[in-house]
């Protein structure tokens, strides 16, 4: 069936410095890749997402990018804050409409 | 608007019991789905619908029944709870654009444990 993997499970990285999270998916049909913070207790927001018709987007700090030809895309968070720790979430959805989400990122950033 | 919300925010049940768990939406949205999230495990889609009196199957349907007769209201029904279904469950809804769903919005979960 369809899969979504997510890497790396756990992200450490210095205030200011970058952070990059990757997804690969196995459905081809998929055409819409969505990102997700969630905090702790929390419910998942969307942080910032992306069409099958678009290589890159980009919204202040955050940005992702989609290879279509390879089936991966990932989330570039710069000049990360503390307030940036939370889980980070990968999802694709495809033309079933079924939402698979990738295992999680739990990223943390050391003031 | 309310946005998505849940009924109950906690539950505690027995092996055996059942249980439905309520989530409505108010924004017309076509799309609902059901998830579990699990320690470690990223949210599971359990089932999904995409109008009134259509559902699916998702990754982890077993132990679990839906039904969506109105727009608003996506009930979650477990048959005969177990301890391996204790989780925490999110509803979220969006709505239908030209090739698919748009943006999620997520309820704020039900914790539930399965003694």
């Known amino acids: 069936g369809e899969n979504v993997e997510q890497h790396p499970s756990t992200l450490s990285v210095q205030e200011g410095d970058s952070a990059v999270i990757k997804c690969t998916y196995s459905?081809?049909?998929?055409?819409?890749f969505p990102w997700y913070k969630q905090e702790l207790g929390k419910r998942p927001q969307l942080i910032i997402d992306?069409?099958?018709?678009?290589g890159e987007k980009k919204d202040q700090r955050i940005a992702v990018t989609l290879n279509k030809t390879a089936k991966h895309f990932s989330l570039h968070i710069t000049e990360t804050q503390p307030e940036d720790s939370a889980v980070y979430f990968c999802?694709?959805?495809?033309?079933?409409?079924?939402?698979?989400f990738g295992a999680g990122t739990r990223l943390f950033v050391k003031a | 608007n309310a946005g998505v919300t849940q009924t109950p925010k906690f539950q505690v049940l027995k092996t055996g019991q059942s249980m439905t768990l309520q989530c409505a939406q108010d924004?017309?949205?076509?799309?609902m789905s059901w998830y579990r999230q699990d320690p470690g495990m990223g949210l599971r889609l359990i089932h999904y619908?995409?109008?009134?009196?259509?559902?699916d199957q998702g990754e982890v349907p077993n132990g679990y029944n839906v039904s969506r007769s109105t727009t608003e209201d996506f009930p979650l029904r477990l048959l005969s709870a177990a301890p391996s279904q204790t989780s925490v469950y999110f509803c979220?809804?969006?709505?239908?654009?030209?090739?698919?769903?748009?943006?999620?919005?997520f309820g704020p979960g039900t914790r539930l444990t399965v003694l």
């Open positions: 979220a809804s969006s709505q239908s654009i030209p090739g698919g769903p748009d943006t999620q919005y």
């Open positions: 459905d081809s049909a998929s055409n819409y």
């Open positions: 992306i069409r099958s018709n678009v």
């Open positions: 999802a694709a959805i495809g033309g079933g409409f079924k939402t698979i």
């Open positions: 924004m017309n949205h076509e799309y």
């Open positions: 619908s995409v109008g009134a009196g259509i559902t």
